[in-house]
């Protein structure tokens, strides 16, 4: 009977020890559940506040970014006329060669001035020059011209003056022919490089003599 009661008793224990003790939880009050819901709003508004700043500054930025494109961009050109109003302010170097003599070497300067494919020039000298343009491609950056009959003759008449000057004799003109007379521009049409050649021949001393007269010029497209 002795061992039974221990035994029980060791049951017993072991039962209260390994049973859980249930902590009774008070019920939240009226005051906390609404202190929890306060905060609870005002932690949304705080965010819908905070969101709306961010929003209020995005379109700020946005429109800020607005303003400077359209105070940098351009109005839309002509289609037909991309290059029309534009100037052009021009130097570089004019290189005569001739057979048998020494190079000639000059530094003009030109400002030109491009209408209705239509163009007007003049040198540093004040010389005057006019023709006509036509744009290559789509986007006007390869434009070839040519120059009107009396501003080929002012060039030919320079270029007779410049073979006069290299040879130091008095020459006559067999032949001259124009070779190229090109305008390229950069891709933002804000730099300008024009090439004029002419190749021909010339009688000196009884001997026939070919050479070259080569104008490369650069310089900024104002509109």
């Known amino acids: 009977m002795e061992m039974l009661s221990a035994t029980r008793a060791i049951r017993v ?10 902590t009774a939880t008070a019920p939240e009050s009226t005051t906390a559940r609404r202190l929890t819901t306060r ?38 050109l002509d289609a037909n006329c991309p290059l029309c109003g534009a100037s052009l302010l021009l130097g570089g170097k004019a290189t005569l060669t001739i057979k048998g003599f020494k190079k000639l070497t000059s530094f003009p300067t030109v400002d030109a001035l491009l209408g209705d494919h239509t163009w007007t020039a003049t040198d540093g000298i004040g010389l005057d020059y006019a023709g006509q343009y036509a744009e290559l491609n789509k986007n006007g950056t390869n434009v ?75 310089g900024p497209l104002v509109r």
């Not at 039962?15 to 003790?21: A, D, V």
């Open 144 to 218: 070839r011209f040519a120059l009107n009959d009396g501003s080929l003759s002012v060039v030919v008449g320079g270029i007779e003056d410049s073979v006069a000057a290299a040879t130091g004799r008095s020459v006559s003109f067999l032949s001259i022919s124009q070779r190229s007379a090109s305008l390229k521009l950069n891709r933002q049409k804000t730099i300008a490089k024009v090439k004029v050649s002419f190749a021909f021949s010339v009688l000196a001393d009884g001997t026939a003599r070919s050479g070259t007269y080569t104008l490369t010029l650069q």
């Open 39 to 76: 905060t609870r709003s005002i932690r949304m508004a705080t965010g819908s506040v905070t969101h709306a700043r961010r929003q209020y500054r995005r379109v700020a930025t946005d429109w800020t970014t607005t303003a400077i494109h359209l105070s940098i961009f351009r109005p839309t």
């Open 13 to 22: 224990r072991r039962i209260r020890e390994t049973t859980p003790t249930l």
